[in-house]
């Protein structure tokens, strides 16, 4: 019985994908530009050896 439950949030997702097609494609372009980066590991490196040890307490004033 419980394998054709569908919530009301899986429901609404998709209708409104159904009315909104170009959705999905809109995510994957946005996370592309977001999130999908090639990591250049020479920068990489020099960020991690240019890196200043943070001091116990930072608000603190010597």
């Given at each position: 019985m419980m394998a054709n439950y569908e919530s009301e949030v899986t429901?609404?997702?998709?209708d409104y994908k159904k009315e909104h097609p170009g959705t999905e494609?809109?995510?994957r372009d946005g996370r592309a530009r977001l999130?999908?980066?090639s990591i250049d590991a020479e920068q990489?490196?020099?960020f991690r050896i240019a890196r200043v040890p943070q001091r116990p307490y930072v608000y603190q004033n010597d």
């Open positions: 429901r609404f997702l998709k494609q809109a995510q999130w999908d980066k990489q490196e020099g």
